[in-house]
């Protein structure tokens, strides 16, 4: 009996096999499929909620620039426009995926710095991300250095080709309203360096190839060509950032400081000075003041010796009152201090320099331990290096503020040249002799010449002094002179290094001045962990 020997149940098997593996392929390949459209997913929405969390940002900043009063608004006291964003996430406008974004704005520092701190938080799908951003108003303190007027200030003119008062009708234009072209403009040259961003609301010129080592901005905005005018001419300027000069809308300074006066009141906690007043600042935190014209400063500030800075890091130095009513009236000038007629003996033996007997000037110079701001009627002249205790890695912050003139103190007894016999040893009445002229000072602050300009005093005369070093900010109506130049030599005065103190992006000195009407801005940010 033959046996039959029939493979056609292996085959089935094997088919059955063959098919099962296919099927299993194709899950894995499906889950692999779905898996990475989930991660993909959630990748989309993690990247899109920090773009709702800007858009919150952007919104909010949108609603303080159309209403100055926003900023009084939030989640227990809600705007009238119906804006619900301080209370739960709403859509972001025109996008095409579920973008959303709610904030919480704190303005616990509006009063101390001018900054409001904002938390915006955006969310997709069940992907969230926070963004805290500080904003405040674009001001001087944005710049290393800002002018307002790319020429010489009017009051230096002595006749030729103006008088000061010509030259304020002539001079007192920006160059694309039509300013006078025999009015004396200031130029970048090839030695400068701007170690910072800077702004201008003039045409700024050029020759040569200086160098713009930050964020450069103008608001003059010609039709084609450089945002610069080329005054060799064929300047070659470094620039560190592709397309600077950028267009801005230019900005006013405010027409005095006496807004900081009012910070000097009984319930502030400032300092009111009066008349000529002497401060030097010590790494200790407090102050040695002469002040001989102060009858009352208001919070018992130190007028003859050492004392406490303000409690609120103001001090404002007023001239002194016409009215005979006023606490610190004094009729004339009852003074006479090593032989002049200044309360502080002023100007030293020999100097050519003249000082008003009333007038509100301060000078200055120390270390500061602290946060400080000192407003002048007229001038603040800083007599030696002022500099930070924990230098630019701690808080200490100065802020100058001058309705005049903020100038480097330079005393010399000659009237023309530049012979070193015309600088005189820089030392203040009635102080240890230092034996020299002030040479190579430091200087960490954030200036500001409401109407005038920062300059070295007598800066055409006397031998070179080496450098003047600037940590902080600039700001000016017109530009003002620290030397002179043969070529590339000083032949007077100093050469500039100037740095911006990154601090001020997000730091200020007390009440310090903002422009007129300038918009809301961020100042810096950063993403942190959501709330």
Known sequence: MRIRRDEDGVA???????????VLLAVTVLDYAVNSSTVSRHDQNWNAALNAAEAGVDDYLFHLNENSNYSSYNAGNLPPDGNVAFTTFVDVPGGSTKSQYTYTP????LTVDGTITLTSTGKVGTS??????????????????????????????TGSPFTPIEADAACHHHYYEGRDPACTEITFVTRDTI????????????????TFAGKTSTSWNPASGNRWRDTCPTST??????????????????????????QTSTTAGGCLYTGPTRIKLLSSGQMTVKSPFSKNTH????TNGTGSLPSNGVIY???????????????GCPYNVNGQAHPLGLPINNDITTYGCRNGDVFVDGTLKGQLTIAADDNIDITASLQYKDGTSGRDLLGLIANNYVELWHPVKCNSGNASSCNLNANFPGEAATGSPLNDPTIYAA??????SFRVQNYDLGAPLGTLSVTGTIGQRYRGAVGTFSGSTIASGYAKDYRYDRRMKYLSPPKFIDPVASAWAIAVWKEIKNP
């Open 12 to 22: 089935l098997v094997a088919i059955l096999i063959g098919l099962i593996v296919l």
């Open 106 to 109: 704190d303005t616990t520092n």
């Open 128 to 157: 969230k991300r926070t963004l805290q951003a500080i904003l405040r108003r674009r001001n001087f303190l944005d710049y290393l250095y800002f002018t307002d007027y790319e020429t010489k200030d009017p009051a230096s003119y």
């Open 195 to 210: 170690n910072g961003p800077m702004h201008t609301n003039d045409a700024f010129r050029v020759c040569g190839s200086p």
């Open 237 to 262: 300027p470094n620039f560190s950032n592709a397309g600077d000069p950028k267009y801005q809308t230019a900005f006013d300074l405010p027409p005095s400081n006496s807004a900081i006066k009012n």
């Open 299 to 302: 919070n018992g500030c130190p």
């Open 317 to 331: 130095v007023q001239n002194v009152p016409s009215s005979s009513a006023d606490a610190n009236y004094t009729s």
């Open 447 to 452: 200036i500001l010449s409401i109407n005038h």
